[in-house]
């Protein structure tokens, strides 16, 4: 009874109990680097641009954290998210804090 028990409770990819699963680090940590850079529009208005995403990446909640620790507006279109102001220095450290690779 009780090994059912802990065979429910072990992550079917990596083996470990699901308080300890590592397998979404890892799937962070094997994905390309995201691109941060600034681009300066019409008007002079900057916009940092996050690019280099797969498929895969949970691109909503990504925007949404940047957002959100930015205290910004900023969208998602053509594989990019556009963030309104110039924040590349402070993107960068929120992205590598959330477990992705970004220059």
């Not at 094997?30 to 996050?50: G, M, P």
């Not at 110039?86 to 590598?96: C, N, S, V």
Request: glycine residues 6%; charged residues 30%; contains cysteine.
């Amino acid at each position: 009874m009780d090994q059912d028990l802990l065979l429910s409770e072990t992550c079917s990819n990596c083996g470990f109990p699901l308080t300890d699963c590592v397998c979404d680090l890892l799937n962070k940590s094997t994905q390309a680097a995201l691109n941060v850079i600034v681009e300066k529009r019409r008007y002079r208005k900057n916009y940092t641009i996050v690019s280099g995403f797969d498929k895969d990446m949970d691109v909503k909640t990504i925007t949404k954290t940047l957002k959100t620790k930015l205290a910004c507006g900023g969208t998602f279109k053509n594989n990019k998210i556009e963030i309104q102001g110039a924040h590349k220095e402070k993107t960068i450290k929120i992205l590598k804090e959330m477990g992705y690779k970004a220059n």
